[in-house]
């Protein structure tokens, strides 16, 4: 019985150590979705603005970060007032043009981008 007691409390010391983890990995994914979102404004946003948007393709910069980064994790991070400065409609074409597939129903700062 002591035995089945040890096993039962040695679980219990694991779940503690393993539960904050994860919690704390939580934490730092939506940091790291901020950080990106950031980025990817900062070299892609001027793109898609709904006042004077820069006209052409995006930059190779541009281009090279929204590869590299996580859209879907950049999207969540968007908030719906940050997103009301932004023309989904460009936002669309510039993550096309960059080679990121659009699906429909796309979401991103609470707005749906269309299709191309």
């Known amino acids: ?4 007691f040890v096993k039962v409390l040695s679980i219990l010391v694991v ?13 730092v994914k939506a940091e790291d979705c ?3 979102k950031e ?3 900062a ?3 001027k793109y898609s603005l709904k006042r ?7 930059s190779a910069s541009c ?7 996580d859209i879907a994790c950049v999207c969540r991070a968007l908030t719906p007032a940050e997103a009301k400065n932004y023309n989904m409609t460009l936002s669309g074409r510039v993550l096309r043009e960059c080679g ?7 979401k991103c700062g609470g707005d749906i981008v269309p299709e191309a």
């Open 63 to 69: 281009c090279n970060k929204i590869k590299a980064s």
């Open 52 to 58: 004077n948007p820069v006209p052409g393709p995006p």
């Open 15 to 27: 779940a503690l150590l393993v539960v904050p983890g994860g919690l704390n990995s939580g934490q």
């Open 39 to 41: 980025e990817v404004i």
């Open 43 to 45: 070299l892609c946003g």
């Open 100 to 106: 990121y597939a659009v699906h429909a129903g796309f």
């Open 1 to 4: 019985m002591a035995v089945a």
């Open 34 to 36: 901020r950080k990106e």
